[in-house]
Structure formats: C-alpha cells, structure tokens
Nanobody
Framework: QVQLVESGGGLVQAGGSLRLSCAAS????????RGWFRQAPGKEREFVAA????????YYADSVKGRFTISRDNAENTVYLQMNSLKPEDTALYYC?????????????????WGQGTQVTVSS
C-alpha cells in the first residue's frame, strides 16, 4: 500500500499563489510518475500536471500551462505544485496520485493510488 498526503491548500485572492505538497509513504518501490488532478463541485476530476520518474519530463493541462509548475524531490518522496496567477476557476479539491509508469501521463486511469485531496479556493 502507498499513502499520499497532500498539504498547502487554502483560500487566496485571484492573482495570488499557493504551493501544494504531496508526500508519499509506504510501499513506494516500483511507483514512479506522479500527477496532480482537481475536481470542482459538480464537475468530473480533471488532469492538472504530471511529472516523470526523473523529473525531467513534465506535462500540463492547457488551462494551467505557464501558471503552474510541478516538481519533485525523490529523496523526500514528495511532489510539489507551485500555482501562480490563480484564478477563481482554479477553485477545486486538488488530488495527487502515483503511477507505476515511468513517463508523465494525463490519464486518470493510469494512476494507482490517490491522496485525500486539499482544498484550493480562489476568491475574485
């Protein structure tokens, strides 16, 4: 089993920044790519960003490209999501996920374990 714990969410004004963290623990050997997803009320969970095992390859949803940056610290088994220039439409519950894939992928079904989520609320 792998446990993922997100942190760093909160309430911020439009144009502000937040940095989300996701720490992995447990039987993490064999799990590589990491991803961030989000789900707003009444909407389906959607892809935000993903990063490969090495961190050398990243993939972003068009809606966050240029504003969000995903990174990872493999020594700490932690992945980060730096979110800048936040907009009210970024308001959602943000989830991190981990996959057995080496490459970064946007497909929700390719991730094996999920965190409980951290709430991000952006006020206008």
């Amino acid at each position: 089993q792998v446990q993922l714990v997100e942190s760093g969410g909160g309430l911020v004004q439009a144009g502000g920044s937040l940095r989300l963290s996701c720490a992995a623990s447990g039987r993490t050997f064999g799990f590589y790519a990491r991803g961030w997803f989000r789900q707003a009320p009444g909407k389906e969970r959607e892809f935000v960003a993903a990063i490969s095992r090495s961190g050398g390859s990243t993939y972003y949803a068009d809606s966050v490209k240029g504003r969000f940056t995903i990174s990872r610290d493999n020594a700490e088994n932690t992945v980060y999501l730096q979110m800048n220039s936040l907009k009210p439409e970024d308001t959602a519950l943000y989830y991190c996920a981990i996959s057995r894939s080496i490459v970064a992928m946007p497909d929700l079904g390719t991730y094996d374990y999920w965190g409980q989520g951290t709430q991000v609320t952006v006020s206008s």
